[in-house]
Each structure stands twice: as C-alpha cells, then as structure tokens.
Nanobody
Framework: QVQLVESGGGLVQTGGSLRLSCVAS????????MGWFRHTPGKERELVAS????????YYADSVKGRFTISRDNTVNTVYLQMNSLKLEDTAIYYC????????????WGQGTQVTVSS
C-alpha cells in the first residue's frame, strides 16, 4: 500500500509554529483521505486533523481547532499540518496516516516525527 514519511518536527517555544509534511509513495495518493494523529506517553493516540481526497473537507480536534490547518497537494503527493500558536500540551509524536476510501480504517502509517513545545 502507500508508504508515508513525515518530516518537519522539532523543538519550538510556546506560541511558535511548525509545519509538518508527509510525503506518500507507492500508491495513488489522491485516492486516500489522510489524517494526522499524535501520541504522548500516558495518553491515547488521538486524531488531530483529517482531510478528504481534496482540500475541501477537513476535520479538527477541538484542542487544535483554530490553531492547526491540514492541507494537501496531490501534485506532489504530500499532506501538511500547519501548527500555529503551539502549546505545551501539543508535545507529541505526530503521525500521518492514509485512510482507505469508503471505510473508517487508517491502514498506512508513517514513522512519526517528534514535536516538542517548551516554555
């Protein structure tokens, strides 16, 4: 299936911004709705944002609504997560994932990229 590689994580101060990228290969990228998840030890993995096959339909977790923006560029097989006004609680490993169309199943996952927010 599609292979995913995230990049763009790093260390940032509260209030700062990062843009995560996820490049897909090995599949027809435009066939897959995409999601960004995050995980921190002691917490459940949560869906941060998702996007349909095109840029028109999006979802955001309440915790990031108004601060994060998910987008995609199917011409370069890439999905992005623009993260603004970062908070300490945004610290996590962020993963992108591809959802099988017509299902609720995310079947392909990237390796993750660490985002650390400090004060």
């Amino acid at each position: 299936q599609v292979q995913l590689v995230e990049s763009g994580g790093g260390l940032v101060q509260t209030g700062g911004s990062l843009r995560l990228s996820c490049v897909a290969s090995g599949g027809t990228f435009s066939s897959y709705p995409m999601g960004w998840f995050r995980h921190t030890p002691g917490k459940e993995r949560e869906l941060v944002a998702s996007i349909g096959r095109y840029n028109n339909t999006t979802y955001y977790a309440d915790s990031v609504k108004g601060r994060f923006t998910i987008s995609r560029d199917n011409t370069v097989n890439t999905v992005y997560l623009q993260m603004n006004s970062l908070k300490l609680e945004d610290t996590a490993i962020y993963y992108c994932a591809a959802r099988q169309r017509f299902t609720t199943e995310y079947r392909s996952w990237g390796q993750g990229t660490q985002v650390t927010v400090s004060s």
